[in-house]
């Protein structure tokens, strides 16, 4: 405080009453007269309006699924070597979290399946002396149909551990209740290694078995697991095992069927193959007829390669063949995609005959009809096939609208959509029509829905969070991309409390990759430059909130972006709460330490470095060196304190490591901004003088500085003229402009102008340009861009 006195004391000794020159760039402060409210006296029955005051919204905790919180638990006293809880318990959490997935149809995440993975492989130990029942097959059981029975939104390598703890499991035996046969046990073993992305490992397992009497009729004929390892792997891109597999199957007796040939001609029609798919479609099979998904296939095939010819003889024959009711609305697709109109459809409708007679086309055709309008993304097509379904007496039914919300979705069409939605939400036609898959259709359309709807501008928030209310009365858990378009919308709009409720509703039900997808969206909105600073404060708060697994590098960003924007108290707190983390991999580094300090070298905060000052006393993982000390030395001379700058010197100097040419510099910036500093400044300079070292021109302008900080002008004059001898360089605009700006009175820095002006004529033509300013005690400043690094 005494040196602070002393300084503002003696600038305001050495300044004039005049102004300075700069005064035509800059506009100095000006005394406003201070508006007072004026008192209200009206008059307001208070005990009223604290009575019916509404009251303040209240934040929404978390939510999980049923066991997870127990698992969660046991695995953190696992890691911190504590005692876990009774095994009961966790059987118990197992059975919870499982039926609650098959209830919700809501499948394991990728976190969800590693901890449960451990956990297995826990309980299958063999127990202590403690009178306790291991998994029951029923507990295994229901682990086995989360795998198999709820499509994935994941498929990884923890998915796959799971399946292969649980197989284990099933083998050893481990567990009461009735036992399964080896032979199911395996079979089901190979489905998961499918359906989570180890089809090759799947292949592996059948040809080991593939001559093992026991299990050749889970081949082809019960679970036809030859047809499910060839699904995973054309999912899998597995081109040339695909056909390999399938001709190791003909070679070895299970024969080349209408399951295979729908595998096959659907995946190199995907990929748009012409001659691989009329190979495998001309391949002829054990059965009358192709599955249904093969001409719908070859249709779209046949429209996007325009082989409309080819595939027509195809449709014709099948028509003639005297199919069922499904093939033929199969065809009534098909003939639309290869480029018919609709009255050739409605033509072939009163043709529809099987071998009981004739058929009628209803509400089914009518919506694969529609989806041939979605695919051709031609709403006047969908139209008209509603046109066509009300001539016909067709009523439409749930799943209609649930295709007309996907088609108004890709359209734009924003009232048709909402429309479409409310006869869905209206008509569930998840619980009442028998077709699979229509639940996780509409989760999907649904999340889409509210992503439309969070892009139009401005967005309907009130139609959103009405959305946002079914979704949480149908339990329905949206896409991360879904969940964190919504969150930005939202922050935009400062609505912090929905932010809060959608993370608390969705967010611990993602798996770690599915939380980054979030986090990587406040991550972006934080770091926009466009973004307020309130607003990207306020989404880092609720970043701090719900997502502690925030990396550490993602952190720094943070830390580093709030400097950027000269909020150094926002900065420290980042820095704060990496320090108070509970996982130590989180804690700042030596590098964190100093990029922060270097943050308030450049916007000083004295509350924030003492508290950075604090914690770096405290942790024991940090060992000071020379940079470490220059950052300090940095940050408290930017917060006006040099004589603590000055202690760092100190322990730099007596330290192995000894001083830098970056701590050179930044004790002699240090010693400017300290009254009699020259004097000290001097000293350092006739040691680097006797040690004869080679100084970079950035040494020697804080040097300049240092000297002129006291108002030695004359001095700074001779040592400027004398820089090229010193480091064969010679003075720059920064030169002129550090010296300049040392300066602490109006008529040294009137003097020094003048001498510059006619001495370096075109260096100062350069710093002309450069913006000026008048700083706290009416003295000119020119606006350089001077970065202290340490």
């Not at 989570?196 to 081949?219: F, H, I, R, V």
Request: with cysteine; aromatic share 10%; hydrophobic share 40%.
């Amino acid at each position: 405080m005494r040196a602070n006195l002393a300084r503002h004391g003696r600038r305001l000794l050495v300044c004039r009453a005049s102004a300075p020159s700069c005064a035509a760039y800059a506009n100095p402060a000006r005394r406003r007269p201070i508006t007072r409210p004026v008192a209200r006296r009206d008059f307001q029955r208070t005990f009223f309006n604290v009575l019916f005051q509404k009251p303040p919204r209240e934040v929404r905790q978390p939510e999980y699924e049923p066991g997870w919180m127990q698992i969660m638990v046991w695995r953190s006293r696992m890691l911190d070597s504590l005692r876990p809880p009774p095994r009961r318990e966790l059987v118990e959490a197992w059975k919870k979290l499982m039926q609650s997935k098959l209830k919700r149809r809501v499948p394991l995440n990728s976190t969800q399946a590693l901890q449960c993975r451990r956990l297995l492989e826990y309980l299958a130990e063999p127990s202590n002396p403690e009178q306790v029942r291991p998994l029951s097959s029923a507990h295994l059981s229901m682990a086995r149909q989360v795998l198999l029975d709820i499509e994935p939104q994941e498929r990884d390598q923890n998915h796959l551990d799971l399946a292969k703890a649980l197989h284990a499991v099933w083998s050893s035996g481990n567990f009461t209740g009735k036992a399964r046969s080896p032979e199911l046990q395996w079979s089901y073993f190979v489905k998961s290694l499918c359906r989570y992305g180890a089809s090759l490992e799947a292949m592996q397992e059948l040809c080991t078995k593939w001559n093992d009497p026991a299990y050749a009729a889970y081949l082809d004929k019960e679970d036809r697991l030859v047809e499910a390892v060839a699904r995973g792997l054309a999912r899998e891109g597995k081109e040339t095992e695909l056909v390999e597999l399938i001709e190791y199957a003909e070679k070895h007796g299970v024969p080349y069927d209408a399951g295979t040939q729908a595998v096959m001609v659907v995946f190199f029609a995907d990929l748009d193959r012409v001659p691989e798919t009329q190979n495998w479609l001309s391949k002829p099979i054990t059965q009358s007829y192709s599955q249904v998904e093969v001409y719908r296939a070859v249709a779209s095939f046949a429209m996007r390669n325009g082989l409309q010819d080819w595939a027509m003889p195809l449709f014709l024959e099948l028509g003639q063949s005297q199919p069922k009711k499904k093939y033929w609305d199969a065809l009534s697709q098909a003939i639309l995609l290869v480029g018919k109109g609709l009255g050739e459809v409605d033509t072939m409708m009163s043709h529809m005959v099987d071998r009981n007679g004739a058929l009628s086309p209803d509400t089914h055709t009518l919506n694969g009809l529609l989806r041939v309008a979605v695919e051709t993304e031609d709403a006047a097509l969908g139209d008209e096939v509603l046109s066509l379904g009300a001539a016909k007496g067709l009523a439409p039914n749930g799943e209609t609208y649930l295709i007309l919300l996907q088609m108004r979705l890709a359209t734009g069409n924003v009232a048709g959509a909402q429309a479409a939605y409310e006869q869905v939400k209206y008509l569930e036609p998840w619980n009442h029509e028998s077709r699979p898959g229509l639940f996780d259709e509409y989760r999907q359309l649904l999340s889409r829905y509210l992503v439309f709807l969070s892009r139009e501008s401005p967005p309907d928030f009130k139609l959103i969070l009405a959305l946002l209310e079914a979704v949480e009365e149908e339990q329905i858990l949206l896409d991360p991309e879904t969940v964190a378009s919504l969150c930005l919308r939202f922050l935009e709009n400062d609505q912090h409390f929905e932010v809060m409720d959608i993370l608390s509703v969705h967010s611990f039900f993602f798996s770690e990759a599915q939380r980054e997808v979030v986090q990587n969206a406040f991550i972006a909105f934080c770091l926009d430059r466009h973004t307020s600073t309130s607003r990207a404060w306020g989404g880092y708060q609720l970043l701090h909130q719900f997502f502690q697994d925030t990396s550490f590098e993602r952190r720094s960003r943070l830390m580093e972006a709030f400097f950027d924007r000269k909020r150094p108290d926002m900065a420290s707190h980042v820095f704060g709460h990496m320090r108070q983390h509970r996982n130590k991999s989180y804690h700042p580094k030596m590098d964190t330490y100093i990029r922060c300090l270097e943050g308030f070298a450049r916007y000083p905060d004295p509350e924030g470095l003492g508290m950075v000052h604090n914690m770096l006393k405290m942790d024991t993982t940090i060992q000071p060196t020379t940079k470490l000390y220059t950052a300090m030395m940095l940050a408290y001379t930017a917060c006006d304190k040099p004589l603590a700058a000055l202690d760092f010197w100190n322990e730099i100097t007596q330290s192995r490591e000894g001083p830098s040419y970056a701590s050179l510099e930044a004790v002699f910036w240090t010693l400017e901004r300290k009254p009699g500093g020259d004097r000290k400044a001097r000293e350092i300079w006739e040691r680097i003088e006797r040690m004869d070292l080679e100084l970079p021109p950035a040494v020697y302008n804080a040097y300049i500085g240092a000297v002129a900080g006291s108002g030695n002008e004359k001095e700074v004059r001779s040592l400027i003229m004398d820089m090229s001898s010193f480091v064969g360089a010679e003075p720059d605009a920064m030169t002129l402009a550090v010296a300049h700006n040392a300066l602490p009175g109006q008529e040294l820095q009137a003097r020094f102008r003048e001498w510059a002006k006619k001495k370096y004529r075109n260096t100062w033509a350069e710093l002309d340009k450069v913006g000026q300013r008048l700083n706290e005690y009416s003295l000119c400043q020119f606006k350089i861009n001077r970065v202290m690094k340490a």
